[in-house]
């Protein structure tokens, strides 16, 4: 059963500096593409990044480019998130997501993590 | 940058077919998903593909995808089926999501 567990939301200043961590289980990791997907209060499904299995592929929207970094680390089956300079509309829960196969179609979530950021 | 256009509700009678539409400029010519979400729960894929229904999603889920609108059709709606819906395409490397559609079954 393929299972994905993120970790390290919180409260941050807006400026600040967070991690967040998907820990995977269940399928093989380095196989399969993975994505960030946040959603704000109250609103709708947000993109963020992706990474491809092998990790030599990477994706930012726009929103995000230049100040969130995805990476992954097979050895310990864990895709992350290092979020700077953070805003207020960052503000969201942050799910991580495993892609079915070569198209970007996400059959696996996690319960979510959510990042609020306020002063 | 790409765009998909969802009505932000729609409201269906129980054991009716609900259908829900997502535009996007020849949006046909791309692969469609759908994904359900309760809430307080994460989102659940249940179109991929465009048609193709992932294993345990029930059979009165069914998609379409022509010209600039992907449509997902459920028949004989529970009352199980109350949920936002949200349709996903991807526009070269960058994913993207529909508004959201609130399906009300009243």
């Known amino acids: 059963e393929v299972q994905l567990l993120e970790s390290g939301g919180g409260l941050v200043q807006p400026g600040g500096s967070l991690r967040l961590s998907c820990a995977a289980s269940?399928?093989?990791?380095?196989?399969?593409?993975m994505s960030w997907v946040r959603q704000a209060p109250g609103k709708g499904l947000e993109w963020v990044s992706t990474?491809?299995?092998?990790?030599?592929?990477?994706y930012y929207a726009d929103s995000v480019q230049g100040r969130f970094t995805i990476s992954r680390d097979k050895s310990k089956n864990t895709l992350e998130l290092q979020m700077n300079n953070l805003r207020p509309e960052d503000t969201a829960v942050y799910y991580c997501?495993?892609?079915?196969?070569?198209?970007?179609?996400?059959?696996?979530w996690g319960q979510g993590t959510l990042v609020t950021v306020s002063s | 940058s790409y765009e998909l256009t969802q009505p932000p509700s729609v409201s269906v009678s129980p054991g009716q077919t609900a259908s829900i539409t997502c535009s996007g400029h020849k949006l046909g010519d791309k692969f469609a998903c759908w994904y359900q979400q309760k809430p307080g729960q994460s989102p659940l894929l249940v179109i991929y593909?465009?048609?193709k229904r992932p294993s345990g999603i029930p059979e009165r889920f069914s998609g379409s995808n022509s010209g600039n609108t992907a449509t997902l059709t459920i028949t004989g709606t529970q009352a199980a089926d109350e949920a936002d819906y949200f349709c996903?395409?991807?526009?070269?490397?960058?994913?993207?999501f529909g508004g959201g559609t609130k399906l009300t079954v009243l």
């Open positions: 269940g399928f093989t990791f380095s196989s399969y593409g």
């Open positions: 996903q395409t991807w526009d070269k490397n960058f994913v993207v």
């Open positions: 997501a495993k892609r079915l196969g070569a198209t970007p179609e996400y059959d696996s």
């Open positions: 593909q465009d048609i």
């Open positions: 990474i491809s299995g092998g990790g030599g592929s990477i």
